[in-house]
């Protein structure tokens, strides 16, 4: 097993998901539901689900472009959204 794949992959999505939407959600579903395990079930079905189709697409997508190019592309991408973070206006009234 690659155990520096396994680890950087749970580590960025680990932190990419913490107070997110959809933790967020999951937190407010598990404070209003009766059931907690049953919202921690369907949630971590739910993220397994989202991260399979990833992982299908990332494979037919590299079969057609470049690993580099996937890289670039997604650092360039991560680049421009936080650039976008950054210069847009604050909300009025937060």
Do not use: C, N
């Given at each position: ?19 997110d ?12 539901g ?16 989202s ?44």
């Amino acid at each position: 097993m690659d155990w520096q794949l396994f680890l950087s992959t749970f580590g960025v999505v680990f932190l990419a998901e913490m107070g997110d939407k959809t933790q967020l959600a999951t937190l407010t579903l598990a404070a209003g539901g009766s059931s907690r395990w049953l919202v921690f079930i369907a949630a971590a079905l739910a993220l397994v689900a989202s991260s399979a189709v990833a992982v299908l697409a990332g494979e037919a997508v590299s079969r057609v472009v470049p690993t580099i190019w996937l890289h670039r592309v997604a650092g360039v991408a991560f680049l421009v959204l936080g650039l976008l973070y950054l210069l847009r206006r604050p909300e009025a009234g937060g």
